[in-house]
């Protein structure tokens, strides 16, 4: 990890926060490449390994994401049973105040476990383990779930961002042409 | 008369949510299907235990997604040392009105959970809305079946005299790999229905199974196993036709259903077959 890329000055504003971001991606890993040496069931592996990293989504997805860089998604279905993937993230003066530090921290560290589980799936690949491979591929999903979820809501946000601001004068211009249809 | 301004349905959750809608979505996003929102309030009716909380509670409008394959978390333990302090930064630092962004940790944790609970209720246990199957798992999670999942395969590992790491990994994959097939049947066959609601129902469908596997580890007798396996086998079935046969055209239904009852009749096999 190149540290010469940290922004440097500000602390993390949430410790809290960052700290279970890393927690549980660094234990799902730790546990996995560690456990070869000490637990000879397999099934313990499994269920913890995986059991670390679906902590970590869920933690991720709900808890760092909105609180570390104020970016959520999650999918819908609507009245016409169609599914629907939604984005939400936080107001642009909210945005802008974010933490620089906990923002990097967050992206780089996802990325960072996407990439380890994808050299520990080469691994066990070279060496024909297909039920080690069963638990890389599982983690790894996971990940990349959160990547692109979080990716395409970064996207959508700044996009937002950007309509907002042409829009700001003509939605008050409407509205109050409406407001004053509505007396009517 | 009332399009223009949104006049929030129910004055706790609609009125965040417009509010959030009204910043973010000046324009109707392509993503998003906006007239969605105002019919869900409706929803409140079905019976569901849901937690009072004191925030606004963000019912059904958003249920956590999850990712192509199998997999998310049981959410109790882990968030509760995270998030059992409310996140006071949040509320103050983020707007006036609470919303999903800025809740408290412990209230998503406690969503979540009850999310699992009435989807539970109403795939596995009978329920007025059965007989609309779409609408009933509309809030699907893999939580749920990511649990069962892992139970079932536990209990078979367990119930294993030899070789169990080979048992659980062959149960977990079949009935991962399973669930995804079978969704993809009920897709090729022209059904309508969503991906992740079909996995998420066919989860939630083992856990009669899942009974059935832990009362068969407990019990001895070949043909108490056989009695317990054959009542749980035949509720998982029942579970899951409503949705299924739902979804498909009538004229294709057999093709839809019997692979499903195929795969519960081999785990009902694997229950019994273990020693």
């Known amino acids: ?184 | 008369m009332s399009h223009g301004d949104t006049i929030p349905l129910h004055p706790s959750s609609q009125s965040d949510i417009d509010e959030i809608e009204n910043l973010i979505n000046a324009d109707v996003h392509s993503a998003t299907v906006l007239p969605a929102r105002p019919p869900s309030p409706p929803r409140v009716s079905i019976p569901i235990s849901h937690s009072p909380s004191p925030l606004p509670p963000y019912q059904k409008v958003t249920p956590s997604a999850s990712p192509p394959p199998v997999v998310p978390a049981v959410p109790a333990a882990a968030a509760a040392p995270a998030g059992s302090s409310r996140i006071g930064i949040s509320s103050d630092a983020f707007g006036s009105s609470p919303d999903t962004l800025t809740e408290p940790v412990w209230d998503t944790v406690k969503r979540d959970l009850a999310r699992i609970v009435s989807n539970l209720k109403l795939v596995v246990f009978p329920n007025p809305y059965r007989e609309d199957p779409g609408r009933a798992l509309r809030d699907w999670d893999l939580w749920g079946p990511f649990f069962f999942i892992v139970f079932l395969g536990l209990t078979l590992s367990w119930s294993a005299s030899a070789k169990k790491s080979e048992v659980f990994a062959v149960a977990f994959a079949i009935l991962a790999a399973g669930a995804i097939i079978l969704t993809l049947n009920v897709l090729l066959l022209g059904g309508h229905i969503i991906f992740f609601q079909s996995l998420s129902l066919l989860g939630y469908c083992l856990f009669p199974l899942a009974i059935g596997a832990l009362i068969c580890m407990l019990e001895g007798n070949v043909i108490i196993k056989i009695v317990v396996v054959s009542v749980t086998l035949a509720w998982s079935c029942w579970a899951a036709y409503p949705f299924m046969s739902a979804a498909v055209n009538p004229r294709r239904k057999a093709l839809a259903l019997y692979p499903v009852f195929l795969m519960y009749i081999s785990v009902a096999f694997f229950i019994i077959a273990i020693d």
């Not at chain 1, 993230?89 to 990439?115: H, I, P």
């Open chain 1, 1 to 184: 990890m190149c540290f010469c890329l940290q922004p440097s000055g500000e602390n993390y504003a949430n410790p809290k926060t960052c700290f279970f971001h890393v927690l549980f991606k660094a234990a799902a890993l730790a546990f996995y490449i560690l456990s070869a040496l000490f637990v000879n069931s397999f099934v313990i592996i499994f269920v913890v390994t995986v059991f670390l990293a679906a902590l970590d989504f869920w933690v991720v997805k709900n808890v760092s994401g909105r609180i570390l860089v104020g970016l959520r998604w999650w999918n819908e279905i609507d009245e016409q049973g169609e599914s629907v993937w939604k984005f939400e993230c936080l107001d642009q003066e909210s945005l802008a105040r974010m933490n620089k530090k906990d923002s990097w921290l967050f992206w780089w560290t996802l990325y960072l476990a996407a990439v380890s589980w994808i050299f520990l799936g080469v691994f066990s690949l070279i060496r024909f383990q297909a039920d080690y491979l069963l638990v890389v591929g599982v983690c790894l999903s996971l990940s990349i779930a959160n990547i692109v979820g979080f990716t395409k809501c970064r996207k959508d946000a700044k996009k937002q961002i950007q309509q907002f601001a042409t829009k700001t004068i003509a939605s008050q211009f409407a509205s109050s042409l409406q407001s004053a249809f509505s007396v009517v």
